[in-house]
Structure formats: C-alpha cells, structure tokens
C-alpha cells in the first residue's frame, strides 16, 4: 500500500495567505525526505529536504517541519504567490546504504491559489 | 549543462512492442533512477543505480528491464508494451554524497501502449 501520503489532495488560498500542506509517513526507519513541486507538463522540482535528526528547516519563503512521533511531515509556504500554484510531493528516503536513493513518493496536494 | 535529458518526448506503441527510453546526465551524478507517474499519483520507483554497473528494482520493475553501463546513460526498456505501461516516464539523478540530495528530474516520456 501507500507509505507516504498527503492528507489532502487540494488546498486552495488566497494570494498572500500562508499555506499548509501535510503529508504522513508510514516508515519509521526512513531518514531523509524531500518536498517538490510539480508544474503542469514538468517533472519535479526540488524545494526543500530534511533529515530526521532535525525538527525544523526553512528556506525562501518555505519551512518544513517533521514530528517523527507521529510520522508527519508538512511544508509551510509563507505570503503564497499564483506562481506556487502546482502539485505538491513529499517523498522519503528508502535507500539501504544512501540517503537520497530510492525515494518514496506520495500521491501529492494540488495547491492553486487564486488572486 | 544540459542537466537530465529524456529521449523521446511522446512514444506510442502496439501491445507487444519493445521500446528503449533514453536518459542521460551531464553533471556526473552516480545516482539515476527512473519513476512512472499515472494520472492523479505520485511517482513510483522503477528501477535505480547507485553507480555504473550497478542496478537494483524499485517499487513496480515488472516489465521493465535497465543497465547502467556509463556513468551518463540509464536506458529503461520495455520488453512487450502493455496497456497498463501507459504513463509518463521520468528519470532522475543525483549525487550520493554531501550535505544533500536532492534528485534533478528530467521533462518526462509520455507513453500511451494501444
């Protein structure tokens, strides 16, 4: 079955809103994940990854924060633009040896933000 | 750099037939991997490598067939399209040291088998 989902599969805002989406994980051994963005006809496009020795990372505009007691992961993205419009994955890592090999993807949460 | 490129861009095949998806790399990376996304869904593993001469299956292989010969290429094969192979295609690469790694993706293979 799916180890790696989101809760839900849209989350629609309003420009300069600050916006949530989150995703469970089902693995506890996994050790690294990772958010992308998928535009329509593009493959991913990487945003933001954390290990999970770590709480909380933040980028431009983004921050990710992981609760490995309850195996849940959530982007936050901050003043949200029409251009963030897209799909959104998280994916972890089910590499043996590696991290980053082997990513396990969810299903996504379309993100469409109207102005 | 051209970064990762997918070869061709929209394939249609009979049921039966075998075809060859091309990935390539230029930025040295020792990881690739190729996924599948169907509509509404997330990508699934279908085949990795680690580094040249070295493949492993991920979560759906059947089917699907690769090698790794050059540090560059990372062909998938189909050996006998079937409908249920109708998808689009991505590779991926990334380096497997560092702080991070994070996979680059490439435009994707729209495959429709009839």
């Known amino acids: 079955g799916e180890s790696v989902g989101l809760h839900l599969p849209t989350l629609s805002v309003q420009e300069g809103d600050n916006s949530i989406i989150n995703c469970a994980y089902s693995?506890?051994?996994?050790?690294?994940f990772i958010w992308y963005k998928q535009e329509s006809g593009k493959g991913p496009q990487f945003i933001i990854d954390?290990?999970?020795?770590?709480d909380k990372r933040q980028g431009q505009r983004v921050t990710v924060l992981l609760n490995k007691t309850v195996k849940h992961l959530s982007l936050q993205i901050a003043a949200t633009q029409p251009g963030d419009s897209a799909v959104y994955f998280c994916?972890?890592?089910?590499?043996?040896?590696?991290?980053?090999?082997?990513?396990?993807f969810g299903k996504g949460t379309t993100l469409s933000v109207s102005s | 750099n051209a970064g990762v490129t997918q070869t061709p861009k929209f394939q249609v095949l009979k049921t039966g037939q075998s075809m060859t998806l091309q990935c390539a790399q230029d930025?040295?990376?020792?990881?690739m991997s190729w996924y599948r996304q169907d509509p509404g869904m997330g990508l699934r593993l279908i085949h990795y490598?680690?580094?040249?001469?070295?493949?492993d299956q991920g979560e759906v292989p059947n089917g699907y067939n690769v090698s790794r010969s050059t540090t560059e290429d990372f062909p998938l094969r189909l050996l006998s399209a079937a409908p249920s192979q109708t998808s689009v295609y991505f590779c991926?690469?990334?380096?497997?040291?560092?702080?991070?790694?994070?996979?680059?993706f490439g435009p994707g293979t729209r495959l429709t088998v009839t």
């Open positions: 693995n506890s051994a996994s050790d690294y």
């Open positions: 954390i290990r999970s020795n770590m």
């Open positions: 994916a972890e890592n089910r590499g043996a040896n590696q991290a980053g090999t082997a990513l396990i």
């Open positions: 490598s680690v580094g040249a001469g070295i493949t």
């Open positions: 991926a690469s990334s380096r497997t040291s560092g702080r991070t790694y994070e996979q680059y």
């Open positions: 930025m040295n990376h020792e990881y």
